[in-house]
């Protein structure tokens, strides 16, 4: 069954500290996607990346970057030099072509950057 | 910029009420969701459609209906409300594929007193 596990429900880090969420996946589909998604106090869900199974390249956009191993199941987010504006609820997602693309969402982390 | 906007950001409701939550797309996406979100449950899938008029259950329909009569529009419908039902409801949508990115609205608030 596809499953998504982030076992750091939260994480408090000094500001400019770098900060690694985890995330590691089920599937036994050979085509899915990953997802991560932001939700700040006020509630919003905002997108960050979306990544397909057949593309293990890490991604860096800004001060966020992401790292995809399928040998480990895991799609794990660091943002590098944090600050008080990234603390927010993380969540981790899984989307499976053989699962009418439904989205299986991790617990999320709660990450709190203190000045 | 994809734009999800949903009625109301708080909404607070009496037992055996009927309440609507509406959401509104501007990109022109084919499928569209409603989940909420409990504390140590997640979020969760509702209903959802990828085509007007189509509606497909998810994981918790029980309680709920839907109405999609136009694309843009995806309204999440509580027949007699519970106080089980109080939770904050999100509503999605994304373009073609069903695992297509979803973008998320601000969520409404539901409180059934």
Same mark, same amino acid.
């Given at each position: 069954?596809?499953?998504?596990?982030?076992? #750091?429900? =939260? !994480? &408090?880090?000094?500001?400019?500290?770098?900060?690694?969420?985890?995330?590691?996946?089920?599937?036994?589909?050979? *085509?899915?996607?990953?997802?991560?998604?932001?939700?700040?106090?006020?509630?919003?869900?905002?997108?960050?990346?979306?990544?397909?199974?057949?593309?293990? #390249?890490? =991604? !860096? &956009?800004?001060?966020?970057?992401?790292?995809?191993?399928?040998?480990?199941?895991?799609?794990?987010?660091?943002? *590098?030099?944090?600050?008080?504006?990234?603390?927010?609820?993380?969540?981790?997602?899984?989307?499976?072509?053989?699962?009418?693309?439904?989205?299986?969402?991790?617990?999320?982390?709660?990450?709190?950057?203190?000045? | 910029?994809?734009?999800?906007?949903?009625?109301?950001?708080?909404?607070?409701?009496?037992?055996?009420?009927?309440?609507?939550?509406?959401?509104?797309?501007?990109?022109?996406?084919?499928?569209?969701?409603?989940?909420?979100?409990?504390?140590?449950?997640?979020?969760?899938?509702?209903?959802?459609?990828?085509?007007?008029?189509?509606?497909?259950?998810?994981?918790?329909?029980?309680?709920?209906?839907?109405?999609?009569?136009?694309?843009?529009?995806?309204?999440?419908?509580?027949?007699?409300?519970?106080?089980?039902?109080?939770?904050?409801?999100?509503?999605?949508?994304?373009?073609?594929?069903?695992?297509?990115?979803?973008?998320?609205?601000?969520?409404?608030?539901?409180?059934?007193?």
């Amino acid at each position: 069954a596809q499953k998504v596990t982030q076992a #750091q429900t =939260e !994480i &408090s880090v000094v500001e400019k500290e770098d900060v690694t969420l985890d995330c590691v996946y089920e599937t036994r589909d050979t *085509t899915y996607y990953l997802f991560w998604y932001k939700q700040p106090p006020s509630g919003e869900l905002v997108f960050l990346i979306r990544r397909n199974s057949f593309d293990e #390249q890490n =991604e !860096i &956009s800004g001060r966020y970057s992401w790292n995809f191993q399928k040998s480990t199941s895991s799609f794990n987010f660091t943002i *590098t030099a944090s600050q008080v504006v990234d603390s927010a609820v993380y969540f981790c997602a899984l989307s499976e072509e053989g699962q009418g693309g439904k989205l299986i969402f991790g617990q999320g982390t709660e990450l709190s950057v203190k000045p | 910029d994809v734009k999800v906007t949903q009625s109301s950001r708080y909404l607070v409701k009496r037992t055996g009420e009927k309440v609507f939550l509406e959401c509104v797309q501007d990109m022109d996406h084919e499928n569209m969701f409603w989940y909420r979100q409990d504390p140590g449950l997640g979020l969760r899938l509702i209903y959802f459609s990828y085509d007007v008029k189509m509606k497909e259950k998810g994981d918790i329909p029980e309680g709920y209906s839907v109405s999609r009569e136009k694309k843009e529009r995806f309204s999440l419908i509580l027949e007699s409300a519970s106080t089980n039902q109080t939770s904050m409801y999100l509503c999605a949508s994304s373009l073609g594929q069903l695992t297509d990115t979803q973008y998320f609205g601000p969520g409404t608030r539901l409180t059934v007193l």
